[in-house]
């Protein structure tokens, strides 16, 4: 078990003042079979406190509104995770599972992706199949920043051969969708690493089992789990709704590090 | 509900405002197109140039015969009387459930005679039941709404723009005197925050010697 | 049976109909039209009896497509014992995996159903499409009663019919059983929208505050009206006419400037009942239509009593063989077109066309649905003094409160054109009251 520390502030900046924001944050890493929230510290720049709930993935939701003229916007998460090196989260709820096995959203496998997945030709068990389909994507993508978008699809991704973890995970899951095995994506963070990070769960045998195709590792106890979707719409970090602003700047600084 | 919203407001206004400025407007188009039956008679005559400048538009219709079509019945034209017409329409639409279908009602057959007042070749028959309309749709209002609030935003729109074309209009003293007069309950009672100082500063600058018409209306628009 | 003075009076109906503003929105070449919406006086008469036999199918359906609801956003029992396939419900456009795990007031999903019926030539009534979203339609029978009853009363003096101008009571009593405390709203997407004087016409009968998306706030997990001078009023119920994509730009589509944003988190907590509830397209698809009479079985463990037309699924083998060898009796449908788009009748193809569409329904089977074209019961219209046999349907609503309620009346429509079986106001065609008859 590692105990682990982690750090999210996003900063907003608006060229021209905002009279009224809203805004929804899933931030909060849930408990789950590989870890424990310790404790947290939430800061908003928001003068109300922010209301709480869940959406239907368990996700947890900071929402609330910001009234009167602001030009900017922040948020600071900050807190211990307990890490276990559980091989697999537990199925949860059989009534759920269904919709990890369509295509859906950013998800959707075109023609060049299904013709891609004719030539894996995957064996095995499904562990066996999900461990394959990483390697192969790990050999046969390429990493590059700035050349997708948040709303790029796998299929676009694919064609273009090269993007970030979150294109590597949607890809994964489309490749594993079609294959029969129900996959979702993650949002989280990773030890090391200056940014959010995205990775892909696929249920296997007797539970979910994590891949982080972007680095072609199991995922044990480096990565802390935010949020947990269809695709990447279903787990957005923020979204923010407001009149007025201008030009929007963003900044969002992240560190994870390991805990003595 | 027992309160109402900015916009709910907002529209109890104007629908006041443009109901009145129709009314009005069609008054005096009355009077001027009359005078327009003998123009050609005498030399030197132009009814309608005097018209735009008494209530205050821009004169973009170059003869008599363009504007006597023009600024009745152009919907094009956003100071045609079928426009302001169509923005009273605008919002009550939007207020069914404030005002009732009954006034309601009133407003949408106004549209239905100045649609068929376009067409026709002696437009005041048609004319005349739009005022009837408007007319009616007034003493509903005043008879029928429940909430008294609702009623008085109303009429506080309907007594600014009368107020508002008086002054452009440079009516008498007495007269503008009396608008005034007629506003000042009715802003009281609507519930809408307004600046009691511009009821009786209009009232100085009506009776001074020289009447500022011009800031009569800019008072009178910014009231609220 | 029935005085026909009324017939006489068409014009006045129709002129009283304008000068309340009956009218529908439509687009055409991006500009906005308001339209009349033609009123034909010759009424539809249902008997007492055969109402009644209407009215027991029509909450029968209603009460199983509500359990429906529940079930698919929770258990999914009915998936899980293979009555429904999974296929049918994830991969339905109008599943909405928010909704899962979210208890509406009361339970109650479908709380306005609007069931559309025709009645073929052999009598028998068939089900053709089930409306849980947004069904609009019921103010228009209901202005028209009381338009018909102004121009001609000697018609009504003498004629046992119930009074259908109850609609607006009904639909209180529903809005009210599931309200959480506060008022009830009508919210709608503004007067561009098709149907904007239903939702004036209905806030004023029902007494309900109507409202756009900027008069409404949440606060605290609660929603409110916003005063002019700041004051709040608490909402409890909302009548939404807008469709679920636009409700909520903090929950579904972010572009949305006429929702209300975070109100489905208020209606998550359980502190506003939203009307009807979010996510009810997954249970009018035109796919899972095929499953209501198993739904019906299989939840309230009874015979459907209204029929279907015959439908089958190319999804399943043995159905797929039936289209093929019998696709020029056949109608198929897209089942994510709505409105009369996305029809096509087999016996009006090519060769070519039948050839390419065959290929399509093996691509994507689960897109399309086949029925046998039903042999319509036409009934009369006016045209000029005479009357002629038009295609007909019938809209039933379905209101669920306390327990479920069928309004004695319902929209019926008609198309103008005699070729035409497509009678929606959209694509031309007017409108006839129905009257039910109560003795």
């Given at each position: 078990?590692?105990?682990?520390?982690?750090?999210?502030?996003?900063?907003?900046?608006?060229?021209?003042p905002?009279?009224?924001?809203?805004?929804?944050?899933k931030?909060i890493?849930p408990?789950?079979?590989?870890?424990r929230?310790?404790?947290?510290?939430?800061?908003?720049s928001?003068?109300?406190?922010?209301?709480r709930?869940r959406?239907s993935?368990?996700?947890?939701?900071?929402?609330?509104?910001?009234?009167?003229?602001?030009?900017?916007?922040?948020?600071?998460?900050?807190?211990?995770?307990?890490?276990?090196?559980?091989a697999?989260?537990?199925?949860?709820?059989e009534?759920?599972?269904?919709?990890f096995?369509y295509?859906?959203?950013?998800?959707?496998?075109?023609?060049e992706l299904?013709?891609?997945?004719?030539?894996?030709k995957?064996t095995?068990?499904?562990y066996?199949?999900?461990?394959?389909?990483?390697?192969?994507?790990?050999?046969?993508y390429?990493?590059?920043?700035?050349v997708?978008?948040?709303?790029?699809?796998?299929?676009?991704?694919?064609?273009?051969?090269?993007?970030?973890?979150?294109?590597?995970?949607?890809?994964?899951i489309a490749?594993?969708?079609l294959?029969?095995?129900?996959?979702?994506?993650?949002?989280?963070?990773?030890?090391g690493?200056?940014?959010?990070?995205a990775?892909?769960?696929?249920?296997?045998?007797?539970g979910?089992?994590?891949?982080?195709?972007?680095n072609?590792?199991?995922?044990?106890?480096s990565?802390?789990?935010?949020g947990?979707?269809?695709?990447?719409?279903?787990?957005?970090?923020?979204?923010g709704?407001?009149?007025?602003?201008?030009?929007?700047?963003?900044?969002?600084?992240?560190?994870?590090t390991?805990?003595? | 509900?027992?309160?109402?919203?900015?916009?709910?407001?907002v529209?109890?206004?104007?629908l006041?405002?443009y109901?009145?400025?129709?009314?009005?407007?069609l008054?005096?188009?009355?009077s001027?197109?009359?005078?327009?039956?003998?123009?050609?008679k005498?030399?030197?005559?132009?009814?309608?140039a005097?018209?735009?400048?008494?209530?205050?538009?821009?004169?973009?219709?170059?003869?008599?015969?363009?504007f006597?079509?023009?600024?009745?019945?152009?919907?094009e034209?956003?100071?045609?009387?079928?426009?302001n017409?169509?923005?009273?329409?605008d919002n009550?639409?939007?207020?069914?459930?404030?005002?009732?279908?009954?006034?309601?009602?009133?407003?949408?057959?106004?549209?239905?005679?100045?649609?068929k007042a376009?067409?026709?070749?002696?437009p005041?028959?048609?004319?005349?039941?739009v005022?009837?309309?408007?007319l009616?749709?007034w003493g509903?209002?005043?008879?029928?709404?429940d909430s008294?609030?609702?009623?008085?935003?109303?009429?506080?729109?309907?007594?600014?723009?009368?107020?508002?074309?008086?002054?452009?209009?440079?009516?008498?003293r007495?007269?503008?005197?009396?608008?005034i007069?007629?506003?000042?309950p009715?802003?009281?009672?609507?519930g809408?925050?307004?600046?009691a100082?511009?009821?009786?500063?209009?009232?100085?600058?009506?009776?001074k010697?020289?009447?500022?018409y011009?800031k009569?209306?800019?008072?009178?628009?910014?009231?609220? | 049976?029935?005085?026909?003075?009324l017939?006489?009076?068409?014009?006045?109906?129709?002129?009283?109909?304008?000068?309340?503003?009956?009218?529908f929105g439509i687009?055409k070449?991006?500009?906005?039209?308001?339209?009349?919406?033609?009123?034909?006086?010759?009424?539809?008469i249902i008997?007492?009896?055969e109402?009644?036999?209407?009215?027991?199918g029509?909450?029968?359906r209603?009460?199983a497509?509500?359990?429906?609801?529940?079930?698919?956003?929770?258990?999914?029992?009915?998936?899980?014992?293979?009555v429904?396939?999974?296929?049918?419900?994830?991969?339905?456009s109008?599943?909405?995996a928010?909704?899962?795990?979210v208890?509406?007031?009361?339970?109650?999903?479908?709380?306005i159903?609007?069931?559309?019926?025709?009645q073929?030539k052999?009598?028998?009534?068939?089900?053709?499409?089930?409306?849980?979203?947004?069904?609009?339609?019921?103010?228009?029978?209901?202005?028209?009663?009381?338009?018909?009853?102004?121009?001609?009363?000697?018609?009504?003096?003498?004629?046992?019919?119930?009074?259908?101008?109850?609609?607006?009571q009904?639909?209180?009593r529903?809005?009210?059983?599931?309200n959480?405390g506060?008022h009830?709203?009508?919210?709608?997407?503004?007067?561009?929208?098709?149907?904007?004087?239903e939702?004036?016409?209905?806030?004023?009968?029902?007494?309900a505050?109507?409202?756009s998306?900027?008069?409404?706030?949440?606060k605290?997990?609660?929603?409110y009206y916003v005063?002019?001078?700041?004051r709040?009023?608490?909402?409890?119920?909302?009548?939404?006419?807008?469709?679920?994509?636009?409700?909520?730009?903090m929950?579904f589509?972010?572009?949305?400037?006429?929702?209300?944003?975070?109100?489905?988190?208020?209606?998550?907590?359980?502190?506003?009942?939203?009307?009807?509830?979010?996510?009810?397209?997954?249970?009018?698809?035109k796919?899972?239509?095929?499953?209501?009479?198993k739904?019906?079985?299989?939840?309230?463990?009874?015979e459907?009593?209204l029929?279907?037309?015959?439908t089958?699924?190319?999804?399943y083998?043995?159905?797929?063989?039936?289209?093929r060898e019998?696709?020029?009796?056949?109608?198929?449908?897209?089942?994510?077109?709505?409105?009369?788009?996305?029809?096509v009748?087999?016996?009006?193809?090519?060769?070519g066309?039948k050839?390419?569409?065959?290929?399509?329904?093996?691509?994507e089977?689960r897109?399309?649905i086949?029925?046998e074209?039903?042999?319509?019961?036409d009934?009369?219209?006016?045209?000029?003094?005479?009357?002629?046999?038009?295609?007909?349907?019938?809209?039933?609503f379905?209101l669920?409160?306390?327990e479920p309620?069928?309004?004695?009346?319902?929209?019926?429509?008609?198309?103008?054109?005699?070729?035409?079986?497509?009678?929606?106001?959209?694509?031309?065609?007017?409108?006839?009251?129905?009257?039910?008859l109560?003795?």
């Open positions: 078990m590692k105990r682990l520390h982690f750090d999210y502030t996003m900063q907003i900046h608006y060229s021209e905002v009279s009224t924001c809203h805004y929804t944050i931030c890493p408990d789950t079979d590989r870890q929230l310790e404790k947290t510290e939430i800061t908003l928001a003068k109300e406190d922010p209301g709930s959406d993935f368990g996700n947890q939701i900071l929402y609330g509104r910001v009234e009167g003229d602001h030009t900017d916007f922040s948020f600071h998460i900050a807190g211990d995770v307990s890490v276990n090196r559980t697999c989260e537990s199925k949860g709820k009534a759920m599972l269904g919709l096995r295509p859906h959203g950013l998800a959707v496998p075109g023609e299904a013709a891609y997945y004719r030539t894996l995957l095995g068990s499904a066996e199949k999900g461990a394959a389909l990483m390697h192969r994507l790990y050999q046969d390429a990493y590059e920043k700035n997708t978008d948040i709303h790029t699809t796998a299929e676009e991704a694919w064609r273009l051969g090269r993007g970030v973890c979150q294109d590597y995970a949607h890809i994964m490749l594993a969708r294959e029969g095995i129900p996959a979702r994506y993650v949002c989280g963070m990773l030890v690493e200056g940014y959010s990070h990775w892909a769960e696929l249920l296997c045998e007797n979910w089992y994590a891949f982080d195709p972007t072609n590792l199991v995922v044990t106890d990565h802390i789990k935010l947990v979707g269809r695709d990447a719409g279903d787990c957005e970090i923020n979204r709704v407001m009149h007025g602003g201008g030009i929007q700047t963003q900044q969002i600084s992240v560190s994870v390991e805990k003595g | 509900m027992g309160i109402i919203s900015v916009e709910q407001t529209r109890l206004l104007w006041g405002r109901t009145e400025r129709v009314y009005t407007t008054r005096l188009y009355y001027s197109y009359d005078t327009m039956i003998d123009e050609g005498n030399e030197g005559e132009n009814a309608y005097r018209f735009c400048q008494m209530i205050d538009i821009p004169d973009i219709y170059g003869s008599k015969e363009v006597k079509e023009k600024y009745p019945f152009d919907e034209n956003p100071d045609s009387i079928f426009s017409l169509n923005r009273a329409y009550a639409i939007m207020l069914r459930e404030e005002i009732g279908s009954e006034a309601l009602s009133y407003i949408q057959l106004a549209i239905y005679a100045m649609n376009k067409i026709s070749r002696a005041f028959i048609e004319l005349q039941r005022m009837d309309n408007i009616a749709f509903i209002a005043d008879d029928n709404i008294e609030q609702t009623r008085n935003i109303i009429k506080t729109g309907k007594r600014i723009e009368r107020l508002d074309l008086y002054a452009r209009l440079g009516v008498g007495k007269e503008l005197y009396r608008e007069c007629r506003l000042e009715r802003v009281a009672r609507s809408i925050r307004y600046d100082e511009k009821i009786k500063y209009m009232k100085e600058l009506v009776e010697p020289e009447i500022d011009y009569v209306v800019h008072e009178a628009e910014t009231i609220l | 049976m029935y005085n026909y003075e017939l006489e009076h068409t014009d006045t109906v129709n002129e009283l109909l304008a000068r309340y503003g009956v009218k687009y070449n991006n500009t906005f039209k308001e339209q009349l919406f033609p009123f034909d006086a010759i009424p539809r008997e007492k009896q109402f009644a036999g209407l009215e027991a029509l909450k029968q209603v009460q497509l509500n359990l429906f609801l529940r079930d698919i956003y929770s258990d999914k029992k009915i998936v899980k014992d293979g429904v396939p999974e296929d049918f419900i994830f991969a339905s109008g599943y909405m928010e909704c899962e795990g208890i509406p007031p009361k339970e109650v999903c479908s709380h159903s609007g069931i559309d019926l025709v073929g052999d009598r028998q009534w068939y089900v053709l499409e089930d409306n849980l979203r947004v069904p609009s339609g019921a103010s228009y029978p209901m202005i028209a009663r009381e338009m018909c009853r102004r121009s001609s009363p000697s018609t009504f003096e003498n004629t046992l019919l119930e009074d259908n101008r109850n609609y607006a009904l639909l209180r529903t809005m009210d059983y599931v959480t506060g009830t709203v009508i919210l709608t997407p503004g007067r561009y929208n098709a149907a904007y004087f939702h004036s016409y209905l806030a004023e009968k029902t007494g505050h109507l409202v998306g900027a008069e409404l706030k949440v605290e997990d609660k929603l005063g002019y001078d700041g709040l009023e608490r909402i409890g119920a909302v009548y939404r006419r807008i469709s679920d994509e636009y409700l909520d730009p929950n589509n972010p572009e949305s400037v006429i929702g209300i944003p975070h109100i489905y988190d208020v209606f998550r907590k359980g502190n506003v009942a939203l009307i009807n509830a979010p996510g009810n397209g997954v249970a009018d698809d796919g899972i239509y095929y499953f209501v009479p739904m019906i079985r299989y939840y309230l463990d009874e459907p009593i029929q279907n037309a015959p089958y699924l190319p999804f083998k043995k159905d797929m063989q039936y289209v019998n696709f020029d009796r056949l109608v198929l449908k897209d089942v994510a077109e709505a409105g009369g788009y996305g029809v009748f087999g016996e009006k193809m090519s060769k066309q050839e390419e569409f065959i290929r399509l329904l093996k691509r089977p897109r399309f086949a029925q074209v039903i042999d319509f019961l009934i009369d219209i006016l045209d000029g003094k005479q009357t002629v046999p038009r295609k007909a349907d019938l809209r039933a379905v669920m409160a306390d309620l069928v309004w004695k009346s319902g929209l019926t429509r008609f198309s103008r054109n005699p070729d035409s079986f497509i009678v929606n106001s959209s694509q031309g065609g007017g409108f006839k009251d129905t009257w039910v109560s003795q």
